[in-house]
Each structure stands twice: as structure tokens, then as C-alpha cells.
């Protein structure tokens, strides 16, 4: 078993605190009036909203480590953790969270948790914090790794490395990086279009520390015009609470409309944006777009 792992998210606190103060003292000093900035309540939601998530990410992890350890128990399979196989699970890792952060776009109820990143309208450091309340989502996506042999807590290491590279592209003080990174990583450009809810950014931009996997799966969107932060329909909240459920409150209350099982259905596991079709469409009109509540790309 893998002791002389870090907790790398646990020793990157200090350096989340002294960046985001700087950040904050250069919004403040040296404005940029196209920017989003900061606003105390939007930043103080998205601190409690990532204390909240430690709190309760502790409770999920019970059932997962569980499920993890009962699969790495059954598979035959064993990766050691050296220096380049822990390169390689890195690189495996983000691969896989490409598509769990791609499904938690596309299936309604996996975006009621990821709902909660996006919910803000500003763009900054303190954003990165904004994490959800109820991520016992995202485990299915990694079996994969454990059935290869790749141990829970080496899981736990990548993960934690993954989210720790993100934290720094949540910012809009970063411009474009030289076009080698731009091409290979993850970077704030991209991000910022990931966060943006015009329609031509919607769902781009999943990579977490490589931007290689939209480029290859056809969801790369490049920075072109200056985003427009949040939610198609924005929430209007500061309250954690209402952050943490406002989608999962949606979601019962359509379920609860719906004219039959097959409608439920497309209200839980269809797109965010998922409307039932009322009437067939004329042979001469195209079909009107359905509306996408509380969306971003």
C-alpha cells in the first residue's frame, strides 16, 4: 500500500490563501474594468461553499473508499507506485476526469452537483473554491484505474494533483501563455471559456491539467471574445445552502410535472437543457431550440 504519498491539497493551502490575496490586492490596486473582479459576498460564498465540501467530502468518502478497495481487492492486477508509474496514473487520472467532467455537463443529474463550480458570476481564484456539497458523483468514472490495479490512495493522490493544477487557471490576470502550453495544457484562457455562458462556449473545455483530450474528442473551444461568467439563468444567491441545491430542488420539481415515466426520465438523466417534445414539428419550420436553465459551458 502507497503511505509516502503527500497530501498534496492539504500543503497547497497556504499557497491558495497568499494567492488569492494577491490577487485580490491587484484587482484592487490596478483594476481592469473589463474584468469580473471580486465582490465580498460572491468570494465569501465560494470559501464556505470549499470548507463546506471538505466537511462533507469526508462523509462520501466512506462508501467510495469501500467500493475502491472491495475492486482493488478482486482484480488481480497491481501497479507499483514508482516515480514514472505515478506519472503515468497521473496522466491515466486526467483522462478519466476529462469524461466525468464531460458527463457532469451532459446528464442532469451529475450537473446538480457541478452546477455549484459554475454558479458564480465572477472569475477569479476564489472561484476555484466553489466546489459542491455532494460529490459522490464522480466515482463510477474512475473504476477503470482500480480494476487496473492503480491502489485507492494513489487514486486520491492524482485526484487531489488534478484539482490542486486548477485552482491557478481560475483567474483572469493570466493572458494567453506561449503557444506550446496553450496547445498541451490546461490553462486560464481555456478555463475561462470553460466558465463562460455564451452559447458558442457552452460545454467546452473539460480538461482538467491537459487540454489535449478536447482537442482529440471534438470539445475544445479556443478564447476568442472576452466570456460572460455563470449560469445561462443565473441564481442570485450568496446562500451556501440554495448553491449546494438549487438544481436537485429543479429537478424534483419537474420530475413531479411530468406527464409520464419516460418524461421523469429525460429530467434526471437527459442534458441540463432537456425539454420533451409537446407536439411534432412542421415539415416547413425547423424545431425551436429548448431553453437551457441554469447552464454553463
Known amino acids: 500500500m502507497p503511505t509516502n504519498l503527500p497530501d498534496v491539497v492539504l500543503w497547497s493551502i497556504p499557497a491558495f490563501v497568499l494567492l488569492t490575496a494577491v490577487e485580490m490586492a491587484l484587482h484592487h490596486f490596478h483594476p481592469d ?5 471580486y465582490e465580498a459576498k460572491d468570494a465569501a460564498t465560494s470559501i464556505t461553499m470549499g470548507l463546506g465540501s471538505l466537511f462533507f467530502d469526508l462523509l462520501w468518502k466512506v462508501p467510495i473508499v469501500a467500493v475502491y478497495t472491495a475492486v482493488y481487492e ?24 476529462y469524461w466525468s467532467h464531460r458527463g457532469h455537463h451532459v446528464i442532469r443529474i451529475l450537473w446538480a452537483c457541478h452546477v455549484v463550480h459554475h454558479s458564480s458570476e465572477k472569475f477569479n481564484l476564489s472561484t476555484a473554491l466553489r466546489q459542491p456539497w455532494t460529490s459522490l458523483t464522480s466515482w463510477p468514472f474512475y473504476l477503470p ?36 502550453f496553450e496547445y498541451v495544457l490546461n490553462t486560464p484562457s481555456h478555463h475561462r471559456v470553460h466558465h463562460a455562458s455564451q452559447g458558442g462556449y457552452l460545454d467546452r473545455n473539460f480538461g482538467g491539467i491537459l487540454i489535449v483530450w478536447d482537442r482529440w474528442f471534438g470539445s475544445f473551444a479556443p478564447e476568442t471574445v472576452r466570456p460572460v461568467y455563470g449560469l445561462t439563468k443565473n441564481i442570485h444567491t450568496y446562500n451556501p445552502l440554495r448553491v449546494a441545491t438549487h438544481e436537485y430542488v429543479a429537478i424534483a420539481r419537474d420530475v413531479r410535472a411530468a406527464g409520464g415515466w419516460g418524461e421523469r426520465a429525460g429530467r434526471i438523466f437527459r442534458g441540463p437543457g432537456w425539454q420533451p417534445a409537446t407536439a411534432a ?9 429548448a431553453p437551457a436553465p441554469e447552464r454553463a459551458g
Open 33 to 37: 474594468e473589463d474584468a469580473a473582479g
Open 74 to 97: 478482486l482484480t488481480p492486477l497491481r501497479v507499483p507506485v514508482l516515480w514514472w508509474t505515478v506519472l503515468l496514473m497521473l496522466l491515466a487520472q486526467d483522462f478519466f476526469y
Open 145 to 180: 484505474l482500480i480494476a487496473c490495479g492503480v491502489h485507492p490512495a494513489a487514486l486520491a493522490f492524482c485526484s487531489s494533483a488534478n484539482l490542486v493544477y486548477q485552482f491557478w487557471v481560475h483567474t483572469e490576470r493570466v493572458d494567453r501563455l506561449p503557444q506550446p
Open 281 to 289: 414539428p412542421s415539415a416547413t419550420a425547423p424545431a425551436a431550440a
